[in-house]
């Protein structure tokens, strides 16, 4: 066998690096046998980011407002058999209950600032209400909004106006049908009311009743202006008095459609769906047709309180019915 010659001179030129190497062996066995560190040991956040969402139609700057989600049982209160239900949820990934958006829009049209709807304030669970700290983080203050414009008064749309009895926006002219404010501000409507249907009313009233004495609340009966730049136009049946807002700058539209649906994934395919919040379901069901039909005809853009946030996008006709086209996100301001 062949034995390779080390000379004195080569041993003494390897010494250095053998006794690296054997520095190195010794200091993994010694890492090897300590604890392990880890830098991901953070605690978990469990917190979104500020849910506010912001776009400019035309000269106006529009501020998409998440109130929060709630756990909606729409198995239960969608008027469907509940294979099509779910699968309709299947399809898109989803199930019952469902984690459901409620949004608000704010409008600063230059020279008013002007919300549509208020979120639920305490009305509808710990996980709504979210409101007022929104507006802050978007940059606004309650009592710089002039003009309040609800599209119909079911708690989670009216109960951030009044939370504890006080004028969470003490500037604002609130602004709704007249319809609607007969039926729920009537006390002989909520007494004759079924005993689960009784809640509404009494929000709405907790909600409405400090702005009417103090003359902050006005009614309108038909189609018009409310503020300038900003339309309503009557969509009586999922309530009394539910009205849409129309939105318009330069020629840029955007319909607020308040509660004409509720259940994207499902109602969308099929929008002869109704839901049991809906006060006439056969009213409710040819208002959502007629409006969706002319909004996918026209292509402006919608904003919705249900779908998911910040609920802006666009309809398709799709045969018998709709898809939607959900606004593509922007970091800047356009």
Same mark, same amino acid.
């Given at each position: 066998?062949?034995?390779?010659?080390?000379?004195?001179?080569?041993?003494?030129?390897?010494?250095?690096?053998?006794?690296?190497?054997?520095?190195?062996?010794?200091?993994?066995?010694?890492?090897?046998?300590?604890?392990?560190?880890?830098?991901?040991?953070?605690?978990?956040?469990?917190?979104?980011?500020?849910?506010?969402?912001?776009?400019?139609?035309?000269?106006?700057?529009?501020?998409?407002?998440?109130?929060?989600?709630?756990?909606?049982?729409?198995?239960?209160?969608?008027?469907?058999?509940?294979?099509?239900?779910?699968?309709?949820?299947?399809?898109?990934?989803?199930?019952?209950?469902?984690?459901?958006?409620?949004?608000?829009?704010?409008?600063?049209?230059?020279?008013?600032?002007?919300?549509?709807?208020?979120?639920?304030?305490?009305?509808?669970?710990?996980?709504?209400?979210?409101?007022?700290?929104?507006?802050?983080?978007?940059?606004?203050?309650?009592?710089?909004?002039?003009?309040?414009?609800?599209?119909?008064?079911?708690?989670?749309?009216?109960?951030?106006?009044?939370?504890?009895?006080?004028?969470?926006?003490?500037?604002?002219?609130?602004?709704?049908?007249?319809?609607?404010?007969?039926?729920?501000?009537?006390?002989?409507?909520?007494?004759? %009311?079924? &005993?689960?249907?009784?809640?509404? @009313? #009494?929000?709405?009233?907790?909600?409405? /009743?400090?702005?009417? =004495? *103090?003359?902050?609340?006005?009614?309108?009966?038909?189609?018009?202006?409310?503020?300038?730049?900003?339309?309503?136009?009557?969509?009586?049946?999922?309530?009394?008095?539910?009205?849409?807002?129309?939105?318009?700058?330069?020629?840029?539209?955007?319909?607020?459609?308040?509660?004409?649906?509720?259940?994207?994934?499902?109602?969308?395919?099929?929008?002869?769906?109704?839901?049991?919040?809906?006060?006439?379901?056969?009213? %409710?069901? &040819?208002?959502?047709?007629?409006? @969706? #039909?002319?909004?996918?005809?026209?292509? /402006?853009?919608?904003? =919705? *309180?249900?779908?998911?946030?910040?609920?802006?996008?666009?309809?398709?006709?799709?045969?018998?019915?709709?898809?939607?086209?959900?606004?593509?996100?922007?970091?800047?301001?356009?």
């Amino acid at each position: 066998m062949f034995t390779p010659k080390i000379s004195q001179a080569g041993w003494t030129r390897r010494t250095p690096v053998l006794r690296q190497l054997a520095l190195s062996a010794c200091l993994a066995v010694a890492a090897a046998s300590l604890p392990t560190v880890s830098h991901a040991e953070a605690p978990l956040q469990k917190v979104q980011a500020p849910g506010w969402y912001r776009m400019m139609l035309g000269a106006f700057e529009v501020t998409a407002i998440n109130d929060g989600t709630v756990d909606l049982p729409v198995d239960k209160l969608l008027h469907a058999p509940p294979t099509t239900i779910a699968q309709n949820l299947k399809k898109h990934y989803l199930a019952a209950p469902l984690e459901t958006s409620v949004n608000a829009f704010l409008i600063n049209t230059g020279s008013r600032l002007v919300l549509v709807d208020t979120g639920a304030g305490g009305l509808f669970g710990p996980t709504l209400g979210r409101l007022a700290a929104q507006i802050a983080s978007a940059g606004y203050k309650p009592e710089q909004v002039d003009d309040i414009l609800i599209t119909h008064m079911h708690p989670d749309h009216v109960g951030g106006l009044s939370p504890e009895g006080k004028l969470a926006f003490p500037n604002a002219t609130i602004h709704v049908d007249q319809a609607d404010r007969d039926f729920w501000m009537s006390k002989a409507n909520m007494d004759a %009311a079924p &005993a689960d249907k009784k809640g509404f @009313f #009494q929000g709405a009233q907790a909600s409405l /009743s400090a702005y009417e =004495a *103090a003359g902050k609340l006005k009614t309108f009966n038909a189609d018009g202006e409310v503020v300038p730049g900003i339309r309503s136009q009557a969509t009586h049946g999922h309530t009394a008095g539910h009205a849409i807002y129309l939105v318009e700058s330069q020629g840029k539209r955007l319909t607020l459609i308040g509660d004409l649906i509720h259940v994207a994934s499902v109602q969308l395919e099929s929008p002869q769906i109704t839901i049991g919040f809906d006060s006439d379901e056969k009213q %409710a069901r &040819a208002q959502r047709l007629k409006t @969706f #039909q002319q909004l996918a005809k026209e292509g /402006s853009l919608v904003g =919705a *309180a249900h779908f998911p946030f910040p609920g802006l996008g666009r309809l398709r006709s799709t045969g018998k019915g709709f898809a939607w086209e959900a606004v593509n996100y922007s970091s800047q301001v356009k």
